[in-house]
């Protein structure tokens, strides 16, 4: 008998599984960049206040129906509409901070989480009285409609603009961080308060600017979310907000850059283990915050965060 070569088959089904794996890779980034941009929200009011602010997740939320009401009102371009989104939910972050979290700055830390846990459910609930319970089909924009083809990879715009536009939004981030007066500021919040105050710098405002910079970044996080899995619902933000919150955790609580690095990496095994292990799909969010308790355990400030004092 003569030697079988290798027919076409074979090679088909290994570019197959290359291709697929490229697919999910880029799958992974794209969910990774939208965590990130939601954990960057929970890292920067922690950083500077040391408060959970659980109320993101669901400034998250409204963020998709200012988007949603926007566009179906006034008919404009999807990108405006996100912008005017933006704004609106940096209004409704200045109003949370200052209606529900300031008068509490100097009561008990348990005080102010349990204010953060009612001020996010009376948003949900809201939501539910106002909009109702059943889910809305969100407008997806043409640019991530269409499919683009690369070495016989095919992907969906949503999957391409997504990280794009995010990493577009965290550079700008930055440079407000490390490259303006504001972002000084912060940052010499988050490592005195005190200090900071007795050097002329008025730490309410810059404490309302950061909740309308963190609000902002939410809400077009939750308008490229919407463009992803484009079904909105008034709870849509809880699932989505825990696990920004660990990837806040991963990456080092109160660490900008640890929260982009965390987000990646939850975005990233969300979407990998299950497609390398398919008989493990249904437990896809138990990995995520397996990953969590892996690193409470080992290593409890996160990957770029540092072991501190809780904030008085």
Known sequence: MGRVKPGPSSDKGYNMTLVTFFQQLLNGVSLGSLYSLLAIGYTLVYGILGLINFAHSDVFMLGTYFTFFVIGIFVLPWWLSVVIAMGLCALVGMTIERVAYRPLRS?????????AVGVSFFIQNLGLVTVGARPKGFPRPELMENVYSLFGIRIQGVVVWVPIISGVILLFLLYIIYRTKTGMAMRAVAKDMEATRLM???????????????????????????????QINPLMGIFPGWKAFTAAVVGGIGNVVGAMIGGMIIGIAEIMIPAAFPGLTGYRDAFVFAILIGFLLIKPSGILGEAQKEKV
């Open 200 to 230: 002329g710098v008025n730490v309410d405002r810059i404490i309302l600017y950061t909740f309308a910079l963190g609000s902002a970044i939410a809400a077009a996080g939750g308008a490229m979310w919407a463009a992803r899995y484009p």
């Open 107 to 115: 009561a008990p830390r348990i005080s102010a989480l349990i204010t």
